[in-house]
């Protein structure tokens, strides 16, 4: 029910924009976040956006360079990424939770991910 998409290969300091779509409705009560697991590590937060408030959350390590949006007319969330390095490659994965947190347990529906390589 989410469909991540704009993964690929990228030089390091290139941008990339992912999408995640989903089917249904997206409530203004819910919460849109992108996760990233790298190979070898556990699954780690990334970015929030509260949907009705479009308020939003990001890791330490990416603040600055990510962006999370959201466009409510499509029923999408973005994550616009700049200044790539490799230690951003992972694979990325949408989530929905019905409230702000950086704890995947309490997201309740994911994407399937999409891989961005960034080369050095």
């Known amino acids: 029910q989410l469909q991540a998409s704009g993964g690929g290969l990228v030089q390091a300091g290139g941008s990339l924009r992912l999408s995640c779509s989903r089917s249904q409705r997206i409530f203004s009560s819910h919460v849109m976040a992108w996760f990233r697991q790298a190979p070898g590590k556990e699954r780690e937060f990334v970015a929030a956006i509260r949907w009705g408030t479009t308020s939003t959350t990001y890791a330490e390590s990416v603040k600055g360079r990510f962006t999370i949006s959201r466009d409510s007319a499509k029923n999408t969330v973005y994550l616009q990424m700049i200044s790539l390095k490799p230690e951003d490659t992972a694979v990325y994965y949408c989530?929905?939770?019905?409230?702000?947190?950086?704890?995947?347990?309490?997201?309740?529906?994911w994407g399937q991910g999409t891989l961005v390589t960034v080369s050095s």
């Open positions: 989530a929905k939770a019905n409230s702000l947190s950086t704890r995947e347990g309490e997201y309740n529906l």
